[in-house]
């Protein structure tokens, strides 16, 4: 089954890529966290520093772009075409208030005319393949069944679902019959994406869905960096880990204040990353330290000798692996 790295922003920056990828074998390709092309025309230089795709090379890379403007999606697609990317990906997931608050994101799902509209104009005209990742409705699952043919009217390269709706955000079950009946009324290539946090979870789904093009995973891979590693048959090391998290420590703090900046970035994959230990206690310990200098040396101490789990504990979260 092929793996993709589900792209997070704030998360999965070009840093974090690139350090994962050279720590941990098995996951395809990385995408990026999606940037909004603005009326002017052009990539702020900002937006090309992030869309350079560097040492990964653009083979494993897919950017995406959120916007509800056809012709925004069109000057950003030809952008990235000149970057040397062979695919662009549509966002009409995002349940950001601020996002859907525009028509943007999942904002999208809730006028199925317009998307019908905006798909038309940027399908005629796109320089580049376009895939697509969505969720299943903005209020109800039963927007899924309206929005399955015009999804199907196009030549999607490839049609990501996340079988939640917006009102959902990324709470609960997931809608697994979603993904099914996208299965039977779509003949676009199908990746599915959501609370995959296992290598057993992800071979159920294969077995129940062969039809399948590939996977997404995003917490799950923040939890266990090993796990698509341990997919293909690998095992997860301990110097593995800590290659990654002092690797990753470095290149933020080459650019970035430590207390300000690099200590809630490391914050928020702990959040994650605490789920493989056997004993959760400590994790309160790191959450409340208030500067880089008190969390670093404890989370390397973690990391060097507290007992892992087989699995990350997802359930400390609240959530419960889909398949
Ligand atoms: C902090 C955060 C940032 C995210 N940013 C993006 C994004 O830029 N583009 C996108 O398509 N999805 C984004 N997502 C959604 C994830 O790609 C993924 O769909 C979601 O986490 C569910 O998959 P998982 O259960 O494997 O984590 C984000 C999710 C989180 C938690």
């Not at 790295?5 to 050279?22: S, Y």
């Amino acid at each position: 089954m092929r793996l993709d790295f589900a792209p997070m922003e704030g998360i999965t920056g070009r840093v974090f890529r690139e350090v994962h990828a050279a720590c941990f074998a098995g996951v395809d390709r990385y995408w990026m966290p999606f940037f909004s092309p603005t009326a002017a025309g052009a990539l702020t230089p900002r937006q090309r520093r992030d869309l350079e795709p560097g040492p990964l090379g653009t083979p494993r890379l897919v950017p995406q772009i959120l916007t509800r403007d056809a012709e925004a999606f069109l000057w950003a697609a030809a952008a990235l075409a000149e970057l040397g990317y062979a695919e662009v990906n549509l966002n009409l997931g995002c349940p950001s208030g601020t996002v859907v608050s525009k028509g943007k994101g999942a904002g999208m799902l809730r006028a199925p005319a317009s998307l019908d509209r905006f798909l038309d104009a940027v399908f005629a005209r796109s320089p580049l393949p376009i895939s697509v990742k969505t969720r299943i409705g903005f209020e109800d699952v039963q927007e899924w069944e309206a929005l399955l043919p015009i999804l199907g009217r196009y030549p999607i390269r490839e049609l990501t679902v996340h079988p939640r709706t917006r009102r959902e955000l990324y709470r609960g079950g997931v809608h697994r019959e979603a993904v099914l009946r996208a299965l039977e009324a779509l003949s676009i290539p199908l990746r599915y994406n959501g609370n995959l946090f296992t290598p057993d979870g992800i071979r159920r789904l294969e077995t129940a869905c062969p039809g399948l093009s590939g996977v997404m995973v995003g917490r799950g891979l923040l939890a266990d960096p090993a796990l698509a590693t341990r997919l293909r048959g690998g095992v997860r090391e301990r110097s593995a880990l800590l290659a990654f998290h002092e690797t990753l420590a470095e290149r933020y703090l080459a650019t970035m204040h430590p207390d300000g900046a690099v200590l809630p970035k490391f914050k928020e994959l702990w959040v994650f990353l605490s789920l493989l230990l056997e004993d959760g206690a400590p994790w309160k310990r790191l959450r409340k330290c208030s500067r880089w200098a008190d969390f670093h040396p404890l989370a390397l101490e973690l990391l060097r000798n507290a007992p892992l789990r087989d699995e990350a504990d997802f359930s400390r979260l609240d959530q419960r692996e889909s398949w």
